[in-house]
């Protein structure tokens, strides 16, 4: 067991994010919600996985993602459940008729305090066209889910980058096809 660490020290803070140093650790902290976000692993009825395609300023790349966002950022009350059902119509335009937790935990433990649920949304119906809100320019993808991991590598050598937690929601995606043919993915 370590020596307790001294209480953190703030070393800057902006819009949506602190950096604290702790005793020899530095590390950041979001300054909205409750630190947790939500990744959503979402099939649609016809078999095809949901991915989500932004710009992000830190990587200066188009990033290809699962639909994902924060829990609390736009309620105090926000449950994971909540915030993952907003995230995915904003998102993507489908409305899940069921989102189920498979996992939680902490998505860069040595650079951030930040912990992500891992949620399965299934029943879903498509209800807009999604895209995100405000500043968000998303591009909805959706893939056959049994060409996703060639898609996933093709938009990879074509210069995206590739959220790594992408390829968790494909193996959650297979394993619930696999387990319950034709059906949606639950956790």
Request: hydrophobic letters at 45%; a negative charge; charged letters at 25%.
């Amino acid at each position: 067991m370590s020596e307790p660490l001294p209480p953190p020290e703030v070393l800057g803070e902006g819009d949506w994010l602190r950096l604290v140093r702790r005793g020899r650790w530095e590390y950041a902290e979001r300054t909205h919600g409750e630190g947790m976000a939500v990744v959503i692993v979402a099939v649609t009825p016809a078999d095809e996985l949901l991915f989500v395609e932004q710009y992000r300023a830190a990587l200066d790349a188009r990033v290809v993602e699962l639909p994902a966002g924060l829990v609390g950022d736009q309620d105090a009350g926000d449950t994971l459940e909540d915030a993952a059902r907003r995230e995915l119509v904003e998102e993507t335009g489908w409305d899940p008729g069921r989102v189920e937790v498979f996992s939680i935990g902490p998505t860069t433990a040595g650079m951030s305090n930040e912990r992500a649920a891992i949620v399965c949304a299934s029943d879903l119906r498509k209800v807009g066209d999604g895209g995100g809100v405000d500043h968000e320019a998303i591009v909805v993808h959706a893939v056959p889910r049994t060409q996703a991991a060639g898609w996933l590598r093709a938009m990879d050598a074509g210069g995206h980058a590739i959220d790594l937690k992408v390829w968790s929601g494909l193996w959650l995606a297979d394993r619930a096809a696999e387990a319950t043919p034709g059906t949606a993915v639950q956790a």
